[in-house]
T-cell receptor
Framework: GAVVSQHPSRVICKSGTSVKIECRSLDFQATTMFWYRQFPKQSLMLMATSNEGSKATYEQGVEKDKFLINHASLTLSTLTVTSAHPEDSSFYIC????????????FGQGTRLTVV | AQKVTQAQTEISVVEKEDVTLDCVYETRDTTYYLFWYKQPPSGELVFLIRRNSFDEQNEISGRYSWNFQKSTSSFNFTITASQVVDSAVYFCALSEEGTGRRALTFGSGTRLQVQP
């Protein structure tokens, strides 16, 4: 089946630095990808919808200038956490949906971000 | 707006017991998908099942079974003869297809602990 690959799986960065997370659809084209955030022992919350070739759509309360999303190709979306702070420490996971009547929702492996 | 409720925060059973995880959803859309995912401690989401709103047939896959009832807006998940390896957090999720919002809305999750 289709696979979504996310990298890195784990990253530790210093407060004030930026971190880029990549999400790739390996064997299908994804015009739309989704970015979720999961704090410890909580559910997955949608942060933004990434649209290939256009601006991302952010959920209410998510700072678009802090969480930069780029979807430059049909197989790659990136999330950059700018000027990271300890409160940004979380599990970030991307997803892509196939199109058509038998649509699937595939998830990356997730990235555990720790800001120190 | 769409909503998924998993009222059971945590369930603990002894191995070989049957356990049912409840999921109730809300949506105004007539075309939607329901999903169940398993999240082990590693964090990755393991796909279990997808069901569309037009298919109310119950499904059985090995020790897993799902009961979809539109009349009560429920999509419950039963594990028969539970095993220690079933210990994880289980998420129910909904996507509204008619509105074009293809992101998944997740419930809060149910943590299942299977004791040996």
């Amino acid at each position: 089946g289709a696979v979504v690959s996310q990298h890195p799986s784990r990253v530790i960065c210093k407060s004030g630095t930026s971190v880029k997370i990549e999400c790739r659809s390996l064997d299908f084209q994804a015009t739309t990808m989704f970015w979720y955030r999961q704090f410890p022992k909580q559910s997955l919350m949608l942060m933004a919808t990434s649209n290939e070739g256009s601006k991302a759509t952010y959920e209410q309360g998510v700072e678009k200038d802090k969480f930069l999303i780029n979807h430059a190709s049909l197989t790659l979306s990136t999330l950059t956490v700018t000027s990271a702070h300890p409160e940004d420490s979380s599990f970030y996971i991307c997803s892509a949906r196939t199109t058509g009547g038998n649509t699937e929702a595939f998830f990356g492996q997730g990235t555990r971000l720790t800001v120190v | 707006a769409q909503k998924v409720t998993q009222a059971q925060t945590e369930i603990s059973v002894v191995e070989k017991e049957d356990v049912t995880l409840d999921c109730v959803y809300e949506t105004r859309d007539t075309t939607y998908y329901l999903f169940w995912y398993k999240q082990p401690p590693s964090g990755e989401l393991v796909f279990l099942i997808r069901r569309n709103s037009f298919d109310e047939q119950n499904e059985i896959s090995g020790r897993y079974s799902w009961n979809f009832q539109k009349s009560t807006s429920s999509f419950n998940f039963t594990i028969t003869a539970s095993q220690v390896v079933d210990s994880a957090v289980y998420f129910c999720a909904l996507s509204e297809e008619g509105t074009g919002r293809r992101a998944l809305t997740f419930g809060s999750g149910t943590r299942l602990q299977v004791q040996p």
